[in-house]
Structures are given as structure tokens and as C-alpha cells.
């Protein structure tokens, strides 16, 4: 009989269960813009396709901007200026959900599927 064998160590190891949580993330952030994008569309007479793009575009835009903007340096809480220095964009995949809902938003702007 062998032994309990240790976990694999390794640069690749967990990564399906993160890609996982990313698409679920994903297409539950796309449902949700799109449902509430659809309802105001609707609501205010205006083509749901154009609105559901504009709203994809939109905040696909913001989440990216975020994603990529430097950390270190400015305290948003202290209103000062530390002496550490940016170290690079934020390293979250904040940035890769903005870019999928971006490219949803062409996907519908250019079929206009509703």
C-alpha cells in the first residue's frame, strides 16, 4: 500500500478551476448587463440590440480601464502621495471580463440579434 501522495506543485496546477469561475463570472455579468440593458431599452422605446451594445461597450470599457490602471504610488484614502512606486498594472483579471463584454458588444452591434 502507498502512502497520501502530495499535492502536485506546478505553474498550471488549479488553473481549470480558475478559468471555471472566470467564464461563470463572465456569462453571469453578460446576462445581467444585457437583461437590465434590454429592460430600459424596451422601457424607453430605443432599439434593445443598441442598448444592450452601448451598455457591453460601456462598462467592458470601464472594467478594462480599471483593470489596467497602476496601483501604488496615490492613497485614495489619505489623500497623499506615498513614496512607493507603481509597480505595473493590477494583475486581476478584472481587465479580461472588460475586453469579453467589449467584444460582446460588437458581437451584438454588428448581428443586432433583437
Same mark, same amino acid.
Request: charged residues 10%.
Given at each position: 500500500?502507498?502512502? #497520501?501522495?502530495?499535492p502536485?506543485?506546478? $505553474?498550471?496546477?488549479? /488553473?481549470?478551476?480558475?478559468?471555471? *469561475?472566470? @467564464?461563470?463570472?463572465?456569462?453571469?455579468?453578460?446576462?445581467?448587463?444585457?437583461?437590465?440593458?434590454?429592460?430600459? %431599452?424596451?422601457a &424607453?422605446?430605443?432599439?434593445?440590440?443598441? &442598448? /444592450?451594445?452601448?451598455?457591453?461597450?460601456?462598462?467592458?470599457?470601464?472594467? !478594462?480601464l480599471? %483593470?489596467?490602471? =497602476?496601483?501604488?504610488?496615490?492613497?485614495?484614502? *489619505?489623500?497623499?502621495?506615498? $513614496?512607493? $512606486? #507603481?509597480?505595473?498594472? *493590477?494583475?486581476? #483579471?478584472? !481587465?479580461?471580463? %472588460?475586453?469579453?463584454?467589449?467584444? @460582446? %458588444?460588437?458581437?451584438?452591434?454588428?448581428? *443586432? =440579434? !433583437?
Amino acid at each position: 500500500m502507498s502512502g #497520501p501522495q502530495p499535492p502536485e506543485v506546478g $505553474r498550471w496546477v488549479g /488553473m481549470g478551476e480558475a478559468i471555471k *469561475r472566470m @467564464l461563470l463570472g463572465a456569462i453571469a455579468a453578460a446576462v445581467g448587463i444585457g437583461g437590465i440593458a434590454a429592460v430600459i %431599452g424596451w422601457a &424607453t422605446g430605443h432599439s434593445v440590440s443598441g &442598448t /444592450m451594445a452601448a451598455a457591453y461597450y460601456l462598462i467592458g470599457s470601464v472594467l !478594462f480601464l480599471v %483593470g489596467m490602471f =497602476p496601483t501604488g504610488g496615490y492613497s485614495m484614502i *489619505r489623500g497623499t502621495i506615498t $513614496r512607493r $512606486r #507603481p509597480i505595473g498594472a *493590477r494583475q486581476e #483579471p478584472v !481587465f479580461l471580463l %472588460g475586453l469579453v463584454l467589449v467584444g @460582446l %458588444g460588437v458581437v451584438v452591434d454588428l448581428t *443586432r =440579434p !433583437f
